[in-house]
């Protein structure tokens, strides 16, 4: 009966299994054991006014100064 090692990317839990490809990390129990942890806002290059505004941040910028008048 062969065993294989495998470490979670997430947690560094290291553990030997029957399976081939385990489900989940033995310890932490995460499904994404296999994938490394992103970090925080590591895909986004944008600012939270950009999201809170839904890509319209100059137009409405530009109203509120016309009412400002």
């Known amino acids: 009966m062969e065993r294989n090692i495998f470490e979670c990317k997430r947690c560094g ?9 385990p489900t989940v990390c033995a310890k932490c129990h995460s499904a994404y054991w296999d994938t490394p942890k992103s970090i925080k806002g590591e ?3 944008g ?3 950009d999201i ?5 941040r100059d137009k409405v910028l530009q109203e509120g100064d016309n009412n400002g008048e």
Do not use: L
Not at 52 to 56: D, E, M, T
């Open 52 to 56: 809170s505004f839904n890509g319209q």
């Open 43 to 45: 895909h986004y290059t």
């Open 13 to 21: 839990h290291k553990w030997m299994s029957r399976k081939e490809h």
């Open 47 to 49: 600012t939270i006014t």
